[in-house]
């Protein structure tokens, strides 16, 4: 449900970037933790696009697992359930290193060749 | 033509936590305290804002901006109570939205008295999942949770659960009707939110609904900047 907001926010992250060049490709990064439906991402995207210089572009999705540090006593882990209190030492002062990132990461776009202004 | 990848690294929601903290800058010179109310639709948020606001808060002013996908049937609920209550429904313009973005309470304020209040409450779209990822420029967030939804809600909802610095659990007035581990419940929002404060109320019957509103005196003490 939320992936159609997401469609919309990747899209007008992308267009700002894109200015007037169509876009071929958009990679995104999105954390485990944000609980993305990539099919459902995709679908959004191809819909919202529509119309706009990101009709048709492709949409990559780089899924980026959860990776909790300990303060307390500095363990590490991947948690595959939302477990987000330190498995070894209970402690509750933990830190997201990765898995919770919505982000952009690029957009191919189509350039055109720059004409060589050279003296002949 | 040829193709080439640009490198952006942005967050995808940059654009709304933009005006979100323009929205804060507002409510801030104002020296209004804001804070977002979320939960599923039906757990209860404007039944504990009724309970809540039925007698004054210690000299506190207090608005409510209600988000309704349509409608205005909470404001009207609201309105006996005699405080300002501005409705924003996400459906006109806004395609049907399933949350408040920073963009929405943007355009609603013109329409808020934010020289006559110290604390608005933002009743958002009764959702687990899009008002999460959206800040609206709050101080604070809350949700209500209902015993009636079961004891996997945490679990499902990390995101939501992880962002609320207090999670009210609503209806306990209903617990010995329910098959409801109020335990495990307990266990669960731990693992998502180790140490999140929760207060168990029933906005039904009023029970324990004093915590909640000893927290609001205490987040308005913290943020409220004096005008
Ligand atoms: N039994 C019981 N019902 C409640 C309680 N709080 C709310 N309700 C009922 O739950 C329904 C939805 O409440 P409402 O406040 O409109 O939920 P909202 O959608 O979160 O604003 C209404 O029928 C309320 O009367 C409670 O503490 N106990
Ligand atoms: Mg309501
Ligand atoms: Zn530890």
């Known amino acids: 449900m939320h992936e159609l907001s997401i469609a919309t926010a990747v899209l007008n992250t992308a267009l700002r970037h894109a200015g007037d060049r169509p876009v071929t490709a958009v990679g995104v990064r999105a954390g485990r933790f944000r609980q993305v439906v990539p099919e459902s991402l995709r679908f959004y995207f191809e819909v919202v696009a529509r119309d706009t210089p990101l009709e048709g572009a492709r949409l990559e999705l780089i899924e980026v697992p959860v990776r909790l540090l300990c303060r307390a006593c500095r363990g590490e882990w991947e948690p595959d359930w939302p477990l987000f209190r330190c498995p070894d030492c209970a402690s509750a002062n933990v830190s997201v290193l990765a898995g919770e990132e919505l982000e952009v990461e690029y957009i191919e776009v189509e350039e055109k060749e720059a004409t060589c202004t050279g003296a002949r | ?227």
């Open chain 2, 1 to 227: 033509m040829h193709r080439s990848k640009v490198r952006i690294v942005e967050d995808a929601l940059d654009a709304n936590n933009t005006i979100a903290r323009a929205n804060r800058a507002d409510f801030d010179c104002h020296g209004v305290t804001v804070l977002n109310l979320m939960s599923a639709p039906g757990a209860g948020k404007t039944t504990l804002l009724e309970r809540l606001l039925a007698e004054p808060l210690e000299g506190i002013r207090v608005g409510v901006l209600e988000g309704d996908v349509q409608g205005s049937y909470d404001s009207d609920r609201l309105a006996a109570l005699h405080i300002p209550v501005t409705q924003l429904n996400t459906d006109p313009g806004f395609g049907a939205e399933c949350h408040l973005d920073a963009n929405m309470v943007r355009s609603a304020l013109p329409s808020l008295p934010l020289a006559e209040i110290d604390l608005l409450v933002v009743e958002n779209v009764g959702n687990l999942v899009c008002p999460a990822e959206f800040r609206v420029g709050e101080d604070a967030r809350v949700m209500v949770c209902a015993v009636t939804e079961g004891e996997d809600k945490p679990l499902k909802y990390p995101l939501m659960f992880r962002t609320c610095e207090v999670v009210v659990i609503n209806k306990i007035d209903l617990l010995d009707h329910l098959d409801f581990e109020l335990d495990r419940f307990l266990y669960n929002l731990d693992a998502v939110h180790p140490g999140v404060e929760q207060m168990l109320v029933s906005a039904r019957t009023g029970e324990g609904v004093e915590q909640v509103r000893d927290w609001l005196l205490r987040l308005t003490a913290r943020t409220g900047v004096p005008a």
